[in-house]
């Protein structure tokens, strides 16, 4: 059964990345998602991108104006998508820049 079908909100862990690239990919239900950003032992800065797909291979920015998220200092930092009507989702760790940063992301579906 994919992930938030069958409750009102569901919450998955999508792991921690410590360099350039993508979390786990969680099968989707809904079209509003939340994602949970943590941050640790940030340099400079790091740039996210959360991402979308329909088939589980093409990947797409789910900012509408097609921007990443650049996060400047340690914390946790939530992000809310409303109707994003996507099969799966992930975030992407674009870029790090300074120090040895840990992104852990968790997922939440409605």
């Known amino acids: 059964m994919p992930f ?4 009102g909100f569901d919450t998955v862990s999508l ?8 979390t786990s990919t969680q099968t ?12 640790s032992s940030i340099g400079t800065n790091v740039v996210i991108r959360f991402e979308g797909s329909l088939d589980g291979t093409n990947f797409f920015n789910l900012s509408s104006a097609n921007v990443d998220t650049t996060i400047t200092a340690n914390g ?7 109707g994003c009507p996507v099969q799966f989702a992930r975030l992407r760790l674009v870029s790090l820049s300074g120090g040895t940063p840990s992104v852990a992301t968790v997922l939440g579906v409605s």
């Open 4 to 7: 938030g079908y069958d409750s």
């Open 28 to 39: 989707v239900t809904g079209a509003d998602m939340t994602f949970q950003v943590t941050v």
């Open 15 to 22: 792991g921690t990345l410590t360099g350039a690239g993508v």
């Open 76 to 82: 946790t930092y939530g992000y809310a998508l409303s």
